[in-house]
């Protein structure tokens, strides 16, 4: 008996797109646990409100383009965005905050551009971004980490009341994050801010088990081929470089490659956010260029800009060159001496 040899594709096991953002909030779940672990009930909160308002809106804007709900929520992109939008709010984000920023996401972001697969920009960092310039007070009111905190996070209940407006926040529960505090440091040097705030020098832990969370998560995608290795690896790798450059070069005013890597929605980032296949470049020279631009980009505005952490400004930016990078990085078509790519005379 002979074996007939017939070059790819082969389909291997079933799957849709369901399965595949299934996968992805499974992988979100440790950096949700340590999140909640050093931030209390907050993040938890901010989730699942994010997710039932999501789910709601979703439903409504189906119903209104005559679209059959159960097939399109059962794709569970809803709940993703949600998902993302929740893990990057403070703990105690107003909830109204938490329902504009998901309203921007789902309604204008996603929907307006025909839904799942025709937008443009990631629908969860819209959302961000418009919160974060509209709303910059309750953006940037950060909990301390637990360690930090006499008495410990807030219980459930108190929780609630601060997120929902029926209490005040004690001053005691509220702290700037890492990378905000060191732009902010004035005069004093790198040196002198570690040693004199306690968040630098004790609370950074937090930052790094949450950071190492999101990594597991990552690799764990990475592992089971969600996505390829291009884009976050390229990230990464140009974000340490760049901020080891810099910091080689005055370590009293630039921030270490560590603090850049963990401290922030770096790993969330790289491995949640930047490798959306619907807004990402799809070539793999262009997923290295995509993700290195982004880490960049990254650096500059953390470092130059007016915000600290500046994932979703970088991803937003990057994703509006995506279809430029794809036309520039076509890979050989099989049969054919060069790709077809670029300016034709």
């Known amino acids: 008996m002979s074996l007939i040899r017939i070059t790819s594709p082969h389909t291997q096991k079933p799957g849709g797109t369901g399965g595949v953002m299934l996968q992805v909030i499974l ?3 440790p950096g949700l646990a340590a999140l909640c672990y050093f931030f209390g009930w907050g993040p938890l909160i901010n989730v699942m409100m994010a997710i039932v308002l999501a789910v709601s809106l979703e439903a409504i804007v ?3 383009r005559n679209r059959p709900i159960g097939f399109y929520l059962n794709d569970y992109s809803a709940i993703l965005t949600a998902l993302l939008l929740g893990l990057a709010l403070p703990p105690f984000a107003p909830w109204w905050v938490t329902f504009v920023g998901v309203f921007v996401a789902i309604v204008v972001a996603k929907h307006l551009y025909g839904g799942l697969g025709n937008n443009s920009f990631n629908p969860a960092m819209v959302g961000y971004a418009l919160l974060l310039i509209s709303f910059p007070v309750e953006m ?3 909990a301390p980490p ?8 807030l219980g459930l ?10 209490a005040q926040l004690p001053d005691a529960y509220t702290m700037a994050t890492p990378l905000d505090e060191f732009k902010h440091k004035g005069a004093l040097t790198a040196e002198e801010l570690w040693q004199q705030s306690a968040l630098m020098s004790q609370g950074l832990e937090a930052w790094y088990a949450i950071s190492a969370a999101y990594l597991l998560g990552g690799l764990y995608l990475l592992i089971r081929k969600v996505y390829t290795w291009h884009i976050p690896v390229s990230m990464l790798v140009t974000l340490f470089m760049v901020s080891g450059f810099f910091y080689g070069s005055d370590p009293s005013n630039y921030a270490p490659p560590l603090l ?5 929605a770096t790993m969330l980032g790289a491995f949640f956010i930047a ?10 020279k262009g997923k290295l260029i995509f993700g290195a631009c982004i880490g960049l ?3 500059i505005i953390r470092s130059w800009g007016n915000y600290p952490d500046a994932v979703a400004f970088a991803v937003l930016l990057m994703n509006l060159s995506a279809p430029f990078l794809d036309y520039y990085t076509r890979p050989r078509t099989y049969g054919h001496k060069k790709p077809n790519r670029g300016i034709k005379g």
């Open 140 to 142: 940037t009111r950060w």
């Open 27 to 29: 992988a979100t779940l």
């Open 157 to 166: 209940v108190d929780t609630l009341a601060v997120i929902f407006e029926m």
């Open 260 to 264: 850049h890597l963990t401290a922030g």
């Open 297 to 299: 980009l990254i650096y």
């Open 275 to 284: 490798t959306d296949p619907v807004t990402a470049a799809t070539s793999n």
């Open 62 to 64: 189906l119903k209104l």
């Open 146 to 153: 637990a360690m930090l905190v006499e008495n410990g996070t």
